[in-house]
């Protein structure tokens, strides 16, 4: 979403800070099965066999059926079990249909679970709505339009801060970094200690790096 603000509405925008998911220029080809081939090779692990379980017609049911279970897949407090739970292909489904839980990391306090669970799950909301970006993406619905994106809109102009994260097994901090590198002509890059979830995990450092950073280039 942050990536196609850049790029429609580039002048409604001091600064653009991308917190461990990079930039994603418009038009670059996503091909998933590809990305899991090249990661099972280099990683010995894919990274997005998760999406394939995402883009099935069951993900939403089964992820709804029981929150304890799909929030033990997601918040895990160790954040290397991702591998085996989340990104092998497969695994995502085995794990939901097997009924496991987990203890949950520190960081998804009592509060942050309430509200995810009255947002997200049924009476209200539901994570078709949530699910669906991964399938529009995997079904290129979004390709005509970015493919109209002139080549100078794809890079970013603004100062721009990308977060990595060191201990995300899906969103590399090198890959992180390179993707954002190649389009954002005044990058600054700050790492932290987390897994995926940076902003629930490390808030206070985050929000450290983020007023420093719109200190820096707004003031």
């Given at each position: 979403?942050?990536?196609?603000m850049?790029?429609?509405?580039?002048?409604?925008?001091?600064?653009?800070?991308f917190?461990?998911?990079?930039?994603?220029?418009?038009g670059?080809?996503?091909?998933?099965?590809?990305?899991?081939?090249?990661t099972?090779?280099?990683?010995?692990y894919?990274?997005?066999?998760?999406?394939?379980?995402?883009?099935?017609?069951?993900?939403?049911?089964?992820?709804?059926?029981?929150?304890?279970?799909?929030?033990?897949?997601?918040?895990?407090?160790?954040?290397q079990?991702?591998?085996?739970?989340?990104?092998?292909?497969?695994a995502a489904?085995?794990?939901?249909?097997?009924?496991?839980?987990?203890?949950?990391?520190?960081?998804?306090?009592?509060?942050?679970?309430?509200?995810?669970?009255?947002?997200?799950?049924?009476?209200?909301?539901?994570?078709?709505?949530?699910?669906?970006?991964?399938?529009?993406?995997?079904?290129?619905?979004?390709?005509?339009?970015e493919?109209?994106?002139?080549?100078?809109?794809?890079?970013?102009e603004?100062?721009?801060?990308?977060?990595?994260?060191?201990?995300?097994v899906?969103?590399l901090?090198?890959?992180?970094?390179?993707?954002?590198?190649?389009?954002?002509?005044?990058l600054r890059?700050?790492?932290?200690?987390?897994?995926?979830?940076?902003?629930?995990?490390?808030?206070?450092?985050?929000?450290?790096?983020?007023?420093?950073?719109?200190?820096?280039?707004?003031?």
């Open positions: 979403f942050m990536s196609r850049a790029n429609y509405h580039p002048s409604r925008f001091l600064s653009f800070a917190l461990d998911v990079g930039y994603s220029a418009p670059d080809t996503f091909d998933v099965d590809a990305i899991n081939k090249e099972q090779k280099t990683l010995g894919p990274t997005f066999g998760y999406w394939l379980f995402f883009n099935s017609d069951d993900a939403a049911e089964l992820m709804e059926r029981n929150p304890k279970v799909t929030n033990s897949l997601l918040y895990n407090p160790d954040p079990q991702w591998i085996d739970n989340l990104c092998r292909i497969g489904r085995s794990f939901l249909t097997a009924g496991k839980t987990t203890a949950l990391a520190p960081y998804l306090t009592s509060s942050e679970l309430e509200l995810q669970t009255k947002i997200l799950y049924p009476p209200a909301g539901g994570l078709t709505g949530p699910l669906n970006w991964y399938k529009c993406i995997m079904a290129h619905l979004n390709d005509d339009d493919g109209a994106v002139p080549e100078e809109r794809k890079f970013i603004q100062p721009t801060l990308q977060v990595t994260c060191s201990k995300d899906i969103a901090p090198a890959m992180m970094e390179g993707m954002t590198r190649k389009w954002a002509k005044d890059v700050e790492s932290l200690d987390t897994g995926h979830w940076v902003y629930m995990e490390r808030p206070d450092e985050l929000n450290a790096i983020l007023k420093r950073f719109f200190g820096e280039v707004d003031g």
